[in-house]
């Protein structure tokens, strides 16, 4: 089942570090961000994930939780938590099942090789759990402050509701 904006997530239940479980349902009230990236330890995605733990506070003022999501395992996963001081919790989708349903998976040409990889992807999901905003494809320099702006007009959104 593919992920639509503003349509509920589908059902998944995830594993991540420090022992959380994450499911569609797991963080119904909080503004969820899901940011997808290819690999731990690599370039784009050291500073992705620096630039998420700086801007972490900001997040969590708003409302909102983090999570990465790539396909290392747990062993992975915790060393480079450690490395980086990152505050929030890294999904271990071993077997791509988050991967597909957002639709991450993508053919690219490494060093002349056709390679299935993760396409750099953030999902926002509001407290609802519907998807409220998606960036795909996306280039690491400035995304993590377009992110912060998305969250903070959702929550101003939701105010005006309530």
Known sequence: ?????????????????????VTNTSHLGQILVLYFYPKDNT?????????????????VKLGAV???VSRDNMKSHEAFKEKLDLPFELIADTEEKMCHMFGVVKNKIMYGKKVKGIERSTFLVAPDGTLAQEWRGLKVPGHVDEVLKAVKALKNAEKQVA
Do not use: H, S
């Not at 997530?9 to 420090?18: M, R």
């Not at 370039?43 to 700086?54: L, V, Y």
């Open 1 to 21: 089942m593919a992920i639509v904006v503003n349509k509920p997530l589908p059902e998944f239940e995830a594993c991540a570090t420090g022992g959380v479980t």
């Open 43 to 59: 370039p784009g995605c050291t500073t992705e994930a620096m630039q998420f733990r700086d801007k972490y506070d900001k997040f």
């Open 66 to 68: 983090v999570f990465g």
